[in-house]
């Protein structure tokens, strides 16, 4: 099932997904979901379909099911990790079975589907993988086994790099020396923070999604830019210099 929680503990189920996982382990086969670029929520099931194969839906933020890609064997491995390019389609890794390999795959968020390609467990490994979209536009993986004991791998499609993309701000106001969080997407290797154009001196990278950052001394109230290699971007809201 999908479900919501509100940051007060309120919890609401969104959607059961009618052919679902059954007498299968939790915790083994690493389903996704995420927020596509055009709003709506995108995740797999493993066992899921008529053919129990495998399955890919879409899930409005009001509840609405779709399924946007059934698979009609087990040939091609059980989807497991989904993310999206800079082109806005989902790419994702499926998960091999006794009997298949993994695989690499695309699908528009329409729900046109393509796989790409097929990964050789004896030169890279086998999944369950992991699949990150990196600054440089280009994916990067990870299998287990293989030659050794893992590979790390890159997969370049020749997508443009992401661009930075600032999202939220916590807390939204704060005085001249307190520590401010900046919530995004792509915001790895930051360059430069800067509070309504007063550039910070101290700030550093929590993860890919967020950047901590020291309100500098002369900041005024205003919005948040946060700049990377590959461009800027600026928050909607303003920060209140107390």
């Known amino acids: 099932m999908v479900y919501r929680i509100t940051p007060a503990g309120d919890l609401t189920i ?12 939790p915790g083994y086969y690493k389903e996704t979901l995420l927020q596509a670029s055009n709003g709506n929520f995108y995740g797999t099931a493993a066992f899921g ?20 890609h059934e698979f009609s064997n087990l040939g091609s491995g059980l989807p497991t990790v989904l993310t999206e390019g800079t082109d806005y389609n989902l790419y994702g890794v499926t998960q091999g079975t006794a009997s298949s390999a993994s695989s690499l795959y695309r699908i528009t968020l329409s729900g046109q589907f393509q796989t790409l390609q097929v990964i050789n467990p004896i030169d890279f490994g086998s999944c369950p993988c992991g699949l990150t979209l990196g600054n440089d536009g280009r994916f990067h993986g990870t299998t287990i086994a293989g030659p050794g004991f893992g590979t790390a791998w890159v997969w370049d499609l020749g997508l443009p790099p992401p661009k930075p993309d600032v999202i939220g701000i916590v807390p939204t106001s704060g005085a001249t020396g307190s520590v401010v969080t900046v919530n995004g997407k792509f915001l790895l290797g930051a360059t430069g923070v800067s509070f309504n154009g007063t550039p910070a001196t101290t700030f550093s990278n929590i993860s890919a999604n967020y950047v901590s950052v020291t309100v500098p001394t002369g900041a005024t109230t ?19 210099v107390e």
């Open 14 to 25: 969104l959607a059961t997904y009618p052919d679902g996982r059954h007498n299968i382990a």
């Open 49 to 68: 379909g008529s053919k129990r194969a495998g399955a890919i839906f879409e899930l409005t933020p009001t509840g609405t099911l779709t399924t946007r």
């Open 222 to 240: 205003g919005p948040i830019t946060v700049t990377t290699a590959n461009g800027s971007s600026t928050s909607a809201g303003s920060f209140t």
